[in-house]
């Protein structure tokens, strides 16, 4: 049995830049808090708590320690409380994820109606509502137009970064028409859909998929059901102590994936895992 690890798989630019800040900050011997997860991995997680890195909440985030603002971003009014209070603030944010900020500043002061296609309260959609005062319309998946949207106003449309492509190509193709004055904006990662076309072909050359991802990950879950409609043999773990050895009967190859938010240690961990296993 050959457990074959996926040459793509790994960390995206956005989170290994996010963990290299913390990193550097950490071995200086700086102190360094987060408010929320940093990523959404708790093995990931854990191991930056050993390097000092500690978890607040709102409360704690603008007084004590430097603060490093997630890939997720943080609302405008987060950097007014944080500068009011005299809290340092090293800011990771995701440079896909200032782009998406910076358009919707820009379509708010301009007095366009914003609408996000994504998850009303994943952090990034708030940090995004959060530079236009609130008053985005957030739409998801087969879900019914708004009535609070007004055609008649000029309007801005953009995505959470990890949003699905065929998500955000049903919002255009029903705003398009309906809304004469309509501003589309991809704001969709490009590592993410390079990922799932990757992922497909990976999936389709192994016999059986192991997909290794944290449970509360937005970009886990899609690539997961991504990976299991290319591999209906695709089994999701978290870590090496959920693997089942009957998924391994009659075959003499796995391959091994995961998400942006998935440690390449991770992966490696799960690889031996399987082949240990399956020579027991
Ligand atoms: S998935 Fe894309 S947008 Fe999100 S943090 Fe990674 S690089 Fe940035």
Redesign the pocket.
């Known amino acids: 049995m050959k457990a074959v690890i996926d040459p793509r798989a790994g ?5 290994k830049r ?1 963990i290299h800040v913390a990193e550097d900050v950490l071995a200086r011997g700086g102190s360094l808090a987060v408010k929320g997860e940093l990523i959404h991995n708790r093995l990931e997680m854990e191991r930056l708590g050993r390097l000092g890195l500690e978890i607040v909440d709102e409360a704690q985030a603008t007084g004590g320690k430097p603060i490093l603002v997630r ?2 971003g943080e609302e405008a009014a987060f950097f007014e409380r944080a500068a009011a209070s005299g809290a340092e603030v090293v800011d990771a944010t ?4 200032l782009r998406s900020q910076k358009v919707i500043r820009r379509a708010h002061e301009e007095g366009r109606q914003i609408v996000i296609v994504g998850h009303v309260n994943h952090p ?1 959609v708030v940090a995004l509502q959060g530079h236009c005062d609130g008053r985005a319309l957030v739409v998801k998946r087969e879900e019914q137009i708004p009535a609070a949207l007004d055609p008649s106003q000029p309007t801005l449309l953009i995505a959470q ?2 949003v699905a492509p065929e998500v955000f190509v049903d919002w255009q193709e029903r705003l398009t028409g309906l809304i004469p004055d309509l501003q589309i904006f991809d704001s969709r ?4 859909t390079r990922r799932q076309q990757e992922l497909v072909t990976f999936a389709a050359e192994h016999p059986a998929i192991v997909f290794v991802g944290g449970r509360n990950s937005s ?1 886990t879950a899609l690539l997961y059901n991504v990976c299991r409609q290319a591999n209906p043999r695709t089994y999701f773990v978290e870590n090496e102590t959920e693997l089942d050895p009957a998924w391994f009967k009659s075959i003499d190859r796995v391959g091994i994936s995961g998400s ?1 938010s998935t440690p390449m240690w991770l992966l490696q961990k799960v690889a031996e895992a399987v082949e240990t296993l399956v020579a027991a």
Do not use: I, L, R
């Open positions: 960390f995206c630019g956005g989170v996010a890939t997720h995701c440079p896909k994820v990034e970064t990890t990662c490009s590592f993410v970009n942006a």
